[in-house]
């Protein structure tokens, strides 16, 4: 969105690596992301990664002449941009000056006299076209949600990583009046897994195709968790009233964030696999009914 056709491309990393640089304007803009391993890290770790690949960059862009005029042409590089996830030290900034001042320094041909290094996070880096996007949105999209059996389902219930979240699935659909029957237990259960896994699988679809609105969908889900909590500790509703009150406030909220975005099967989807997270992981909660 920031630059016409013909104006920007990548630097593929695949053949010999790329050269400290994943993109390239030809308003003579280098672009490179960069994201530390293992995080969470200390801070004071962090730090020390960051000034490391600004410098080992920086020191890519001046001793790789040859191999980077091939790439740049007759493009003058006058600002090389890290754009990383997490930007907590002004040292960081203060190292990227410093470098850049060594580097302007060195005599190189393609490196113009008051050339710049800085860093910023994504939100700073791409704050305006992501506006533009989600505000221009023209359609609405409606992703094929991967079809789930009774293998799936098997396979989630034998999986010891989850034993305690589906025995809590089932705890609590056990409190039901409706749920007078081994059958309609099992029934109800079968469901509900259903659903979290349909809803895990457009989530990472989301995830990998569409980032800005996954994000966006993972941020209305924990901002409503929040509040959850305090409703089910305080709320003496049956637990059938409390598990459609939320699924239908909930799949209203997601409506609000992303109704421009995402048709209201694909926001229904988003829901019920939400509402099933939560019986398995116990934010929603409620009394026995009588």
């Known amino acids: ?61 001046v001793q790789k002449q040859a191999e980077h005029r091939t790439i740049l042409g007759d493009i003058i590089v006058e600002r090389w941009i890290l754009v990383t996830p997490i930007l907590h030290s002004k040292d960081i900034l203060a190292h990227a000056n410093a470098e850049a001042a060594k580097t302007r320094t060195l005599g190189c041909p393609y490196i113009c006299p008051s050339f710049e290094a800085i860093a910023v996070t994504e939100n700073e880096f791409l704050g305006v076209e992501k506006k533009r996007f989600i505000g221009s949105t023209l359609h609405r999209l409606n992703l094929i949600v991967d079809e789930v059996d009774q293998g799936n389902l098997d396979a989630l219930k034998q999986d010891n990583s989850h034993s305690d979240l589906v025995g809590n699935l089932k705890t609590k659909l056990s409190k039901l009046k409706a749920v007078n029957t081994p059958q309609k237990l099992e029934q109800l259960e079968r469901k509900y897994l259903k659903a979290y896994l349909e809803g895990r699988g457009l989530l990472t679809s989301l995830q990998q195709n569409h980032a800005s609105i996954y994000e966006a969908a993972v941020k209305a889900k924990r901002g409503f968790e929040k509040l959850l909590e305090a409703r089910s500790s305080l709320s003496g509703d049956p637990g059938g009233k409390r598990i459609l009150d939320e ?18 099967e694909t926001t229904a989807v988003l829901a019920t696999e939400a509402i099933s997270y939560w019986l398995m992981h116990c934010p929603l909660d409620f009394p026995d009914d009588d």
């Not at 699924?247 to 209201?264: C, I, M, R, S, V």
């Open 1 to 61: 969105m920031r630059y016409a056709p013909g104006d920007f491309f990548v630097v593929p990393s695949d053949d010999h690596g790329d050269l400290g640089m994943d993109g390239v304007g030809r308003d003579g803009r280098i672009y490179q992301c960069y994201a530390p391993e293992n995080e969470p890290l200390q801070p004071g770790v962090r730090k020390k990664k960051l000034k490391k690949k600004i410098t080992d960059d920086l020191t890519k862009l």
């Open 247 to 264: 699924l239908a406030a909930f799949n209203t909220q997601l409506e609000e964030y992303l109704g421009k975005l995402l048709d209201p």
